[in-house]
């Protein structure tokens, strides 16, 4: 258990409302991102945190963004929701520094209306 | 990142090994294989990694080929609570970059009693 909290797990919205999910560790570990998860296109990573205050775009970074004030917490922003960012959103953490093994939260399940 | 190639589906009796293929042929030197799944509605979770050598860890195994072009996944006695989608990843390590993982179809694994 890596310690990771992802809320709210389940949210319904309805479009063009600010939607902001947070990802809380435990653990202090320097490394956080934000997948997505859709039928049909598997994980693609959202954004993701090197760092208090230093992030960066993945390969769907339109329409999201992050923030990250203090090593435990990374939120990621819709700030207008649409119908297409319905999707499963999962928070990870890398717990090494050397190697690529992620930890995943549980997921968030978004539905936007 | 190099492209991964796995059968959208396999079979496998519960109690016998389950081998779970993955083509990357145009793998390069510095890539690594990593093998995650994700049961229903779960995050995905770590499984192993390799560079070049066959690995073993309490879960599973990696067999990968001399040429790198390829290399499977076993689990040595497949228990019901295996059933998932596994996924073969291939990924440099090292820098910001290393936890930017693709996620790509997977082979959704079914084991039967």
């Known amino acids: 258990d890596a310690g990771i909290t992802q809320s709210p797990r389940h949210k319904v919205t309805e479009t063009g409302t600010p939607v902001t999910l947070r990802c809380h560790q435990t653990?202090?570990?320097?490394?956080m991102y934000w997948y997505r998860q859709d039928p049909g296109h598997g994980l693609r990573l959202i954004h993701y945190s090197y760092g208090v205050k230093d992030t960066d775009k993945g390969e769907v970074s339109d329409g999201y963004s992050v923030s990250r004030s203090k090593t435990e917490d990374f939120l990621l922003t819709l700030e207008s929701a649409t119908s297409s960012q319905t999707s499963v959103y999962f928070c990870a953490i890398s717990v090494t520094t050397t190697t690529g093994e992620l930890f995943f939260g549980e997921g968030s399940r978004l539905t936007v209306l | 990142d190099a492209k991964t190639t796995q059968p959208p589906s396999m079979d496998c009796a519960e109690g016998r090994a389950a081998n779970l293929p993955c083509n990357h042929s145009t793998i390069s030197g510095n890539e690594y294989v990593y093998w995650y799944r994700q049961i229903h509605s779960q995050g995905p979770q770590y499984i192993i990694h390799?560079?070049?050598n066959n690995e073993t860890n309490e879960m599973a195994s990696l067999i990968i080929t001399e040429d790198r072009k390829s290399s499977t996944l076993i689990l040595p006695h497949a228990t019901l609570r295996d059933t998932a989608v596994y996924y073969c990843i291939v990924r440099i390590t090292g820098g910001t970059s290393y936890g930017k993982l693709t996620f790509g179809q997977g082979t959704i694994l079914t084991v039967h009693p």
């Open positions: 390799g560079l070049k």
């Open positions: 653990e202090n570990h320097r490394y």
